[in-house]
């Protein structure tokens, strides 16, 4: 099935289903995608034999990230509402959830991965959250990351490799590029496939429960700083400006 932007397709006997991100270029994440996202996850969701999902991105990225233009103070606080209505649900999903990682995967695109209980990354991609070169930060990140994992991703903005990535905690298997299509489905195939689609998801429930309460407790707070705080400073909204402008930010400090 395509909608959109978006496709979801399901294996044969129902096991697997696939969300691939095709928005060219890039599979840029806006609240028109989230809503497509939404329901799509909504269907898989309720899917009795699905053991599975699986998120992709079309091309050659997984997704550059979340539309620049919505991170205006104006359209801010609905992107954060849409994003956050995807992260919350994948969190909370009621059965194994995979995304495969190829190219770059950066700001909102590491919402959605991080989101996933396995990332599978091509050795050669790039992971990161560069929000505060922008003067603002990715509320899901911060809330699914922690510790010093968290300040050396969202407070410096820096790339990371897909290496580094999984020394932090943030890819569970790095392999060799142009394979993800097939690790994927080997890894799909070996732990999921051939288990109990109803026992998968009582253990899935079990196994997410305390990360889930946490994520919603510190995914709140992080959009309520977002809003209430970052969005009334200059600075909230001068890389934004800057970077739809096309020149270096002219930052205040206020």
């Known amino acids: 099935m395509t909608s959109g932007h978006l ?11 696939t969300l691939t991100m095709d928005k060219q270029p890039g599979n840029v994440v806006d609240i028109a995608l ?35 233009a919505e991170h205006l103070p104006e359209e801010a606080p609905a992107m954060l509402r849409a994003i956050g209505a995807v992260v919350r649900l994948l969190v909370g999903f009621p059965y194994p959830t995979v995304a495969g990682v ?6 909102g695109g590491l919402d959605l991965a991080l989101s996933c209980g396995i990332v599978i990354a091509e050795e050669d991609a790039i992971l990161g959250v560069p929000e505060i070169r922008l003067g603002v930060f990715p509320p899901p990140v911060t809330a699914l990351l922690a510790g010093r994992a968290a300040e050396d991703v969202i407070l410096t903005g820096r790339d990371l490799t897909a290496d580094e990535a999984q020394r932090l905690g943030i890819v569970n298997r790095v392999v060799a590029k142009g394979t993800l299509d097939e690790a994927i ?45 970052l969005l009334a400073l200059r ?20």
């Open 235 to 254: 600075d909230g909204s001068e890389g934004i400006r800057a970077f739809i402008e096309k020149r270096p930010p002219e930052w205040s400090h206020s």
């Open 185 to 229: 489905a080997e890894y799909t195939l070996a732990y999921f496939v051939p288990r109990s689609a109803a026992s998968l998801r009582v253990a899935t429930k079990a196994v997410r429960a305390g990360r889930r309460e946490e994520v919603e407790r510190r995914l709140a707070e992080a959009e309520a700083l977002y809003v209430d705080e």
């Open 7 to 17: 496709r979801h397709e399901a294996s044969l006997d129902g096991a697997i289903h």
């Open 34 to 68: 989230c809503r497509e996202l939404l329901d799509a996850l909504e269907r898989a969701a309720a899917a009795p034999e699905a053991r599975v999902l699986v998120l992709r991105g079309a091309g050659r990225s997984f997704c550059f990230g979340a539309s620049i």
């Open 102 to 107: 190829q190219g770059r995967c950066l700001g």
